[in-house]
């Protein structure tokens, strides 16, 4: 099964990425985790997708497309997966098609995760982040065990760069111009279902499993 994410930031794509994949046994491929483990690791990539990021404004195309396509090239993809955070842009969209169409593939559902602009800072400033492995928690909705602390991996949890406040307001601005056009895209494809992500999470997981 092949999945995309849809939402604005902090809708809450992660979250039922992570939830979905897990219940399907299919990869959980976010582009938002692999640019943030290029940054730690001070790849060219990381540095390179840092100067976008760091803005609240998108990664150029070219680059993402390509760590994307080859991420789903990757062996543990061949049953599926579900995408957070690509694509992002109507080219990104283009690309995967073309790519999944030329393998007599395609994707199976989008699920859009609606939230409100209103609702959305005040998830974005209450993330907090493992940079190590991956997972997210919020401060009020969903806290660690041990504050500040990783209940995956015991790391330290960090607030993202780009959850400030004054970041999120553009890539709120990005998302609205940029990747809202998506929702279109794939309801022309049929495939397009939306899931009232104001809920408490296990109530989103539910109208997703629904869907599914
Ligand atoms: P996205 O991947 O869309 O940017 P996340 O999954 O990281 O969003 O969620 C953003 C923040 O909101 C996180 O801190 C997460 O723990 C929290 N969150 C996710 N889903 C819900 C929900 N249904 N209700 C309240 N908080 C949530
Ligand atoms: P996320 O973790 O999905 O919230 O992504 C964090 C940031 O990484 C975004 O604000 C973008 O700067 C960048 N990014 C992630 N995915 C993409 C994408 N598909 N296209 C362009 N930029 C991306």
Known sequence: MKIIM???PGAGKGTQ????AEKYHIPHVSTGDIFR????????LGMEAKKYMDQGLLVPDQLTVKILLDRVAQEDC???????GFPRTIPQAEVLD???????ESIDYAINVDVPDENIVRRMSG???????GATYHIEHVPPKKEGICDV???????????KPETVQNRLKVYHEQTQPLIDF??????????????????????????L
């Open 6 to 8: 849809l939402g604005a």
């Open 17 to 20: 990425a992570k939830l979905i």
């Open 37 to 44: 483990a290029n940054i730690k690791n001070g790849t060219e």
């Open 78 to 84: 061949r049953n599926g997966y579900v995408l957070d």
């Open 98 to 104: 073309e790519a999944l169409n030329k393998l007599g």
């Open 127 to 133: 993330r907090r982040a493992c940079l190590k492995c």
């Open 153 to 163: 991996c015991g790391s330290g949890l960090v607030l993202r760069d780009d959850d």
């Open 186 to 211: 794939y309801t022309a494809k049929g495939v397009l279902r939306t899931v009232d992500g104001t809920q408490d999470m296990q109530d989103v997981f539910r109208a997703i499993m629904e869907i």
